[in-house]
């Protein structure tokens, strides 16, 4: 008899290890039958998890914390034992926008189209008007790496430009009826914009943060602890399905998969993009590759690192304008369970980190780091703009940003 | 009897589906006393909302704008117009039956607990009557696409064995008890077999 989880998720690419888990059999192999319920926002998502309509979910990691710190309604803890992937986010900008700050035929260097986008910003300012950009959520990755990206490009969001909530399925129409000028979101839904004319994709998040956490998988922390050994079958079921997803020769298998009615209900050749690290960047253009759009399975990618949720956390304060709190702190942290992803994958042969937190952004090249298990190479960590987060030091960190 | 507890309240009902936002709205008339408003358009959602400036807004659990309203809650609470979910957790089991229902509600913060209780749990009854509506009408959909089915089979072998419709009828009837199979299931075989053998 297998054990049966109910899984949430939204229609995106980053939804595909517990999908291809279950597709491929790596879940039926690990005792498991996984059945899925697709939503188009976050907060049903989130309402399904809550009340048990799901077991676990596809989830934006600050959404996790957020639901954890009880923000905007009462608290209630959610663990993140699995990290479902890095980065896979871009900002698309409408044609008119784009020609202007990053005309060039590859992806724009972030300082240079921020540098742009600041003095277009200034003129409109001028003129009385302001631009508007378009993320998926308030508690997002995609609204935290747009917002360290322009901050750091001298535009202060909030106040010199406008960020709104567009979510992904309607982000194309958005920047088609000119009601937001940009926007970061997740793929097929860059590559949407990009087939309907209505935008150009100028940068990858990946350019931002060259390893940024993007979606967990969460679920309630009581339901984690009640099923535990189901749990951490998943989580082996999906590090299979991560090996399997990062074989270029399963690569059309997958995108077929995945943009099946039941799934994305999309177009395979446009998920194949992010799949393979090669988006076409402007209607009717080449395929651009950016190696590690999307970054999958390798260098225990999947891995939650304590630091990742504490970096999430620091962005919550400095963009809902919090004053740090060392019990919130230590509550965000303890959202990611890396405990838990040990224990799954011990004896497994596969690679495990020996520390649980690193310093984000300190990695300029390969390094080799302690493992528990196999050896453990790092590449390149680093933030656009050089910064280095530390997270014994928040407080620190914040002081230097604001 | 509920009049003196909801009078004056203003509900904003969100639903793309106008079918179902007019059931709601018809059982929330019940509640003599407050006005109802029907949004079923996604686009100017935020600006309607402010427009009204309701007290209860219920929206049923999956729809695409509800991100898009939780983030206009979240900075009009800066902007001192508190709104906040549903969530009173001592109400746990109301909230669970709402969602299970499928639909979600946000209430202006400090409203008391037993005044939104009467127009959920109202919303909640409409919206499980609508869904065994829906239920009912798949039903008797999913019965007549079979029974289309079965007639197409039957002329098939009609045509095709040069046999009366009770006799057509009859072969099915006897290899689906054969095969212990229901005999829409045998129709559709025989079409899908019609189909390949290119008619």
């Known amino acids: 008899m297998s054990e049966k989880l109910t899984i949430g998720f939204l229609p995106l690419v980053d939804a595909c290890l517990p999908i291809l888990a279950q597709e491929h059999g790596f879940a039926e192999e690990e005792g498991l039958s996984l059945d899925f319920v697709r939503d188009v926002s976050w907060a049903t998502v989130l309402d399904r998890l809550l009340y048990g309509h799901s077991d676990a979910a596809h989830m934006l990691a600050p959404l996790a914390i957020a639901t954890t710190l009880g923000r905007n309604r009462p608290p209630q803890p959610l663990s993140a034992p699995f990290v479902l992937g890095l980065n896979g986010n871009a900002v698309t900008l409408s044609n008119a926008l784009a020609a202007k700050v990053a005309p060039t035929d590859s992806l724009g260097d972030p300082r240079l189209v921020g540098a742009a986008l ?31 990206w322009l901050a750091a490009c001298g535009i202060r969001p909030d106040r010199d430009i406008e960020i709104v909530t567009v979510p992904p399925p309607f982000v194309a129409d958005a920047l088609a009826s000119g009601e937001v000028h940009g926007a970061c979101v997740g793929e097929p839904w860059n590559s949407v914009c990009v087939e309907r004319g209505v ?91 950016y190696s590690d759009f999307m970054f999958q399975y390798r260098e225990a990618a999947n891995f939650p690192w304590v ?41 497994t042969g596969d690679v495990l980190p020996g520390a649980s937190s690193k310093v984000e952004g300190s990695l300029r090249g390969l390094t080799s780091v302690t493992a528990q298990q196999g050896a453990m190479v790092l590449s390149q960590n680093s933030f656009f703009d050089g910064g280095i987060f530390d997270p014994d030091d928040i407080p620190g960190y914040l002081a230097k940003l604001l | 009897m509920l009049r003196c507890n909801i009078a004056g309240m203003r509900i904003a009902i969100v639903d793309e589906r106008a079918a179902r936002a007019s059931v709601i709205e018809e059982g929330l008339r019940e509640l003599a006393g407050c006005e109802i408003f029907v949004l079923a358009e996604r686009k100017g959602l935020l600006a309607r909302i402010e427009e009204i400036s309701p007290d209860i807004v219920l929206i049923d659990l999956g729809n695409p704008s509800r991100d898009v309203l939780e983030e206009y809650f979240a900075v009009s609470r800066a902007l001192a117009r508190p709104i906040a979910m549903f969530v009173d957790q001592a109400d746990d ?55 289309e089915t079965v007639d197409r089979a039957k002329r098939i072998l009609m045509d095709s064995k040069g046999i009366t419709e009770p006799e057509a009828y009859a072969e099915l009837r006897r290899k689906a008890m054969q095969s212990s199979r229901r005999i829409v299931d045998i129709a559709e075989a025989v079409v899908t077999a019609h189909e390949l053998m290119g008619k």
């Open chain 1, 118 to 148: 600041a003095q277009e910003v200034r003129e409109l300012a001028a003129r009385g008007e302001k631009l508007r950009f378009g993320v998926v959520h308030r508690y997002s990755s995609h609204s935290y790496m747009l917002r360290y």
């Open chain 1, 199 to 289: 935008g150009a994709i100028v940068l990858a998040t990946a350019q931002i943060w060259r390893r940024g956490v993007e979606k967990v998988l969460a679920l309630r922390e009581p339901l984690l602890e009640d099923r535990r050994p189901t749990i951490e079958a998943l989580i082996r079921a999906m590090r299979k399905a991560g090996r399997h997803f990062v074989e270029p020769e399963n690569w059309q298998d997958n995108a077929a998969i995945l943009a099946r009615a039941e799934y994305l209900d999309g177009d395979a050749g446009l998920i194949m993009r992010s799949i393979s690290d090669r988006l076409v960047l402007r209607r009717g253009g080449e395929p651009v590759h």
């Open chain 2, 93 to 147: 089991q109301a909230i669970g039956a709402s969602i299970d229902a499928g639909v979600s509600a946000y209430v202006v913060d400090g409203l008391h607990a037993s005044r939104i209780r009467a127009v959920v749990d109202l919303a909640v009854k409409r919206f499980n009557a609508f869904a065994r509506l829906q239920a009912d009408l798949a039903e008797a959909k999913g019965k007549l696409a079979e029974r």
């Open chain 1, 307 to 347: 630091s990742q949720a504490e970096w999430l956390y620091s962005q919550m304060l400095r963009w809902d304008g919090l004053a740090y709190s060392a019990q919130d702190a230590q509550a965000a942290a303890r959202v990611f369970r890396p405990d838990v992803y040990r224990s799954a994958l011990m004896g």
